[in-house]
């Protein structure tokens, strides 16, 4: 990568093993369940989260659809954080695909709904209402900065849940940065959840992917959930198998692109008009805004910073922004940045 690229995770290429992988991988026409590679990649996946099965899905965005659609009827109800992706940020699959009626919650500065707003949400047996079916969860926590919400509040959010008969689901895009920051087995997590879905796409590098775990009676309907929305593939084990590279040699690694995270935070913090809270950042990202003292405005900010350093940054039609790393950050770019944003702050 030439460029620096701060923008997201996702924009982060293959590493030169997955590219190998893909080349080499054995493959088959998945639709009939014959890819070799993909098949290795689901039973992997779902043994990392605890889960009877997996399936590999195209996006996070399909994996979350995919599962929502697999839990739930027309009618149905899902309790879900206003600010999390599932609601937020996936053009509204569930209501648009599904017919599922989303029942959005405040967050904390986690992510965390309040447990008595979530009792509270659910509907009373009564033909007004939907029907209650789901609850949405999310970790980390992409709008809270990425925080890594720790497993005993899934298991508060699943003991509401066994209590009314419904059913969890985590969107875990970014699961493995929350497991390595909190130092813990993601099964720790996700024992609390009926399904989950994981991205490979972003801190794990890999080109395209996700996968969406769960029980195999689960994973079964999902297949046809996958089918309906277009997401069956056939010679996907090329995917695949830089999926596999991503669970096995890119996970631990993650740690790396967290302590980047909190040494860019910890610089930024440090320069007069950047304002952010360094002790937020636990995992791969960080927000920050410039304050109103500031003489650039926020679009000369970001193009300075790509005009003299070649550091790319979302963002720039407000005052806040969001940074994140990965593999392709080493931390002279991390320094470089600090450096480029204090000569133009100054
Ligand atoms: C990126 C992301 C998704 C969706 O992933 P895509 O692969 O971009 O569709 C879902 N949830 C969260 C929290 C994400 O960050």
Known sequence: MDRIDFRSDTVSWPTPAMR?????APVGDDVYGEDPT???LEALAAE???????????????GNLTAILAHGRRGDGAIVGEDSHTFRAEAGGMAVLGGIVPNPLPTDVYGRMNLTAVNQA???DDCHFPT??????ENSYGAKGGYPI???YFQEIRHIADQHGLIVHMDGARLFNAAVALNLDPREITQHVDSVTFCLSKGLCAPVGSVLCG?????????RARKLVGGAMRQAGIMAAAGIVALTEMVERLADDHAHARRLAEGLAQIPGIKLQPELVKTNMLFFTLDESVKVTPEQFVQRLRDEANIWLSGGYSRSFRAVTHYWIQEADVDLFV???RAILQ
């Open 20 to 24: 190998q992988a893909m080349a080499n």
């Open 150 to 152: 720790a497993p005993d």
């Open 38 to 40: 993909v098949n290795r």
């Open 48 to 62: 990392m989260v605890g889960k009877e099965a997996g399936l590999f899905v195209a996006s996070g965005t399909m």
């Open 339 to 341: 450096k480029t944003a």
């Open 132 to 137: 209650n079916r789901l609850i949405l969860v």
């Open 122 to 124: 659910i509907y009373p």
């Open 215 to 223: 029980s195999e009676e689960f994973i079964q309907k999902a297949h």
